[in-house]
């Protein structure tokens, strides 16, 4: 294992080539010789990233060859290349007559797309070029010098699905920083001392249901067959619901695969009393109605949710969002 990486850099990170950026077909980093790849697991650190560069080769579409474009995050775990990959990626290969090509690899978890446009991977990494074999470089993996993964981590990218993974909610898509600075962990808030003077008015509040965006069954530790389409939520009220809900989602890890997210909303009470009251009815309904998870949390049919939201508060005409494709229950139609 290299030492080249002092104890001052933030991360270490691989050099390899391939011919393109597919994360969202191919769901490993693939290795074509078992002894690169086991090579890569017993020299790989917790933290370690994998960033990726086109191989000057004629299966590299031209604008990406000798660019980089993209950074891997894995796991040292040895598996085959068929376990993540995408048939259109398995077919390709076979198509292309690939099938003993980077059959031993390791799982991705997250990956990244550089979103500058062209960034020659020689300008980046030459001290790594001048004291490596391009060869190996391409096929197994080296590790950057020290300054160069410092420059590295520099590179704006934006989050890219992989396969095998959970995808992500088009917010974290559309995102685009340093990666150094969506891996960093987050500053703690800075204490302060003194006397406090405030006063709470009320005000309007709205009654709302969150629901949790990801794998259900995951979750809850349970099999798919359990849940089927139910979601789990979240039964709040507040004056600002969507500040609400951002401040939970900060509470979540980044590279977490569950959001929260609005799923219904009201008019306006007008006042918190009147919201709080509103909200332990529509508990005590929805705990008649779906499984309870404890406290404020549900889990039940999403359809049915929405209905039963929309029967305990007609008073207040509540806007519901539009239903979603699985509508099947003539009951919707008193709300659509």
Not at 4 to 23: C, K, M, Q, T
């Amino acid at each position: 294992m290299s030492d080249a990486f002092g104890p001052s850099a933030e991360r270490r990170v691989w050099l390899r080539a391939f011919w393109g950026f597919r994360p969202e077909e191919q769901g490993c980093l693939g290795f074509t010789l078992e002894g690169n790849r086991d090579r890569f697991i017993r020299e790989y650190r917790a933290g370690d990233l994998v960033l990726i560069y086109g191989a000057d080769q004629e299966h590299t579409p031209r604008e990406q060859r000798r660019q980089v474009l993209g950074f891997l995050e894995v796991e040292a775990l040895a598996l085959t290349n068929a376990e993540r990959s995408s048939e259109a990626d398995q077919r390709r290969k076979l198509e292309n007559g690939w099938q003993d090509r980077w059959s031993y690899a390791v799982p991705v978890r997250r990956a990244w797309r550089v979103t500058r446009t062209r960034i020659p991977v020689h300008h980046l990494a030459r001290r790594t070029f001048e004291t490596h074999n391009p060869v190996l470089i391409a096929s197994r993996c080296e590790l950057l010098m020290p300054e160069e993964a410092e420059a590295a981590l520099n590179l704006p990218v934006s989050p890219v699905n992989v396969f095998g993974e959970l995808p992500l909610l088009p917010e974290a898509l559309a995102s685009e920083a340093a990666i150094r600075d969506l891996l960093k962990p987050s500053r703690g808030v800075i204490p302060s001392f003194g006397d406090r003077i405030f006063s709470v008015e009320d005000d309007e509040n709205r009654l709302y249901v969150l629901s949790l965006k990801g794998d259900t069954a995951a979750f809850l530790g349970r099999h798919h067959f359990e849940v089927n389409r139910k979601i789990i939520v979240k039964v709040v009220h507040a004056k600002v619901p969507q500040q609400r809900c951002d401040t939970h989602n900060a509470h979540l890890p980044s590279a977490s695969q569950f959001k929260w997210k609005i799923e219904l909303v009201s008019r306006p009470f007008p006042g918190g009393v009147k919201a709080k009251v509103a909200e332990d009815i529509l508990k005590d309904r929805f705990a008649k109605c779906f499984e309870t998870l404890g406290g404020e949390f549900f889990l039940g049919d999403e359809t049915l949710i929405s209905v039963e939201f929309a029967a305990a508060t007609r008073a207040v005409s509540f806007v519901i969002p539009a239903p979603r494709a699985h509508v099947e229950d003539a009951r919707m139609s008193r709300i659509i």
